[in-house]
Each structure stands twice: as C-alpha cells, then as structure tokens.
C-alpha cells in the first residue's frame, strides 16, 4: 500500500521505550509526527534527537506528540538516549519504536534503498530519515524523505505544522518562507468580498487570485 498525503495513518503495536503501544491510541486526539532515523549511535542522528528533544515545549505548545523509529533492539535506544541527553544536555521524554524487524519500516516505506552503507551486519537495509506528520483524525498531513547524510530542520517541521493548523481553523493559506505571524494568503475558494468580513485586519489584494490577509494570530 502507497501512502500519500490524506491516507489514514496505519494503525499499529510497536515496543518503545516507553512500553508497548499501539499507534492510533497513543496519537490520541493529538497532532502526531513519526519520524525515523537510520541507527542508533551514529553522529548526524545523534544531533537530530537532541534537537527534537530541546524542542519538546514548542511540540507541546501545538499540541503534538513526537515518536521516533529505528531497526535498533530496546536496549541500545536505551543505552543510545543516555548519550543524547549527556551531548545536548536535554532530557529526552519521547517514546522510540524499535523496530528490528522492519514490521513498520516497511508498513511506512522507511527503508534505505539508496545508500549501500546503510545496512546492518546481515546486510539488511535500516531506515532513512523519514517524517510523517499525522492529524487528530489520523489522517497524513506531510511526507519527508531525506538522505542518511542530511540531518533535518526540525524547525521547518514546526512551520508546516502552524501552517497546517492555521489552515485548519481559517480559510487560508501560507505562502512561500512563511512563519508564525507573517501575512498569510486568503483561500481561493473566498470571494474578495466575503473575505473582507471574514478577515476584519484587512485585506490587501496584490493579484485577484493573490489576496493577504495579517495573521490571525
Ligand atoms: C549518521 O547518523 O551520521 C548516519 C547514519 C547512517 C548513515 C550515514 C550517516
């Protein structure tokens, strides 16, 4: 099964390093990003978690709950969160899926099929660096893929989730190198004129298919 934007996030029971769960009852009624990296114990992954975790009050504050992945056993994610939290000097509180039998990878397309060093010791290929972002309704809102090589911004991650829950609420959308608190675009679909009485900051019409509106927030 291919997933793609607007499918149902599959359902699933994994062991983290939090205890057992299973998937669509730990997204709860929750914004949910799952996101893979290719091993423990390795440098450029090292560097992402701890950001993630450094970033745990700005996931809290949109309400989302963060949950990694790898083909890693329990015990080295265990033995691995020590070392991140000792680098980053962080606390790292979200749960880890070990997936040593590629059970999810594979359900989620996270597999390496690019990078010939990124296999384990039985030459089995481990995970990239992929990022799912899933809504309350469970439904997959962005798909990233990135190289082993490439470590990620996890602030691009928190921007597409502001845009996605701004859009959500209003009728709008973000334009290019948005950020919290830029001028946002009115939807298509809104008349100019009813978006004068939807968007009482004002309307400012540079084309008649591009029309800005300040932030509602
Ligand atoms: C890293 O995290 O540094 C890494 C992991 C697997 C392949 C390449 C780089």
Redesign the pocket.
């Known amino acids: 099964m291919t997933l793609r934007l607007g499918s149902v996030a599959p359902d699933f029971e994994a062991e983290t390093t939090q205890g057992p769960i299973r998937f669509h009852e730990f997204i709860g009624e929750n914004w949910t990003v799952l996101f893979s990296?290719?091993?423990d114990f390795?440098?450029?992954?090292t560097t992402e978690l701890g950001l993630v975790a450094a970033l745990q009050d700005e996931w809290d504050a949109r309400q989302v709950k963060v949950i990694g992945l790898s083909a890693n056993g329990l015990e080295d994610h265990k033995k691995w969160i020590a070392d991140i939290n000792e680098i980053s000097h962080v606390n790292l509180t979200f749960p880890i899926i070990a997936d040593a039998d590629r059970r999810i990878s594979i359900l989620y397309d996270m597999l390496d099929y690019q990078?010939p060093?990124?296999v384990d010791a039985k030459g089995i290929p481990?995970t990239i660096r992929s990022v799912f972002i899933i809504d309350p309704k469970k439904t997959i809102r962005l798909i990233l893929t990135y190289p082993?090589?490439t470590g990620r911004n996890f602030d691009e991650i928190l921007r597409v989730i502001d845009s996605l829950q701004l859009g959500d609420t209003y009728r709008i959308t973000t334009p290019g190198n948005w950020k919290k608190g830029d001028d946002v675009i009115i939807h298509p679909s809104v008349s100019t004129e009813e978006a004068h009485s939807m968007f009482p900051k004002g309307v400012k019409v540079v084309k008649p298919y591009l029309r800005l509106t300040p932030s509602p927030f």
Do not use: G, L
């Open positions: 990296h290719p091993a390795t440098p450029v992954c990078d060093t990124n481990f082993a090589s």
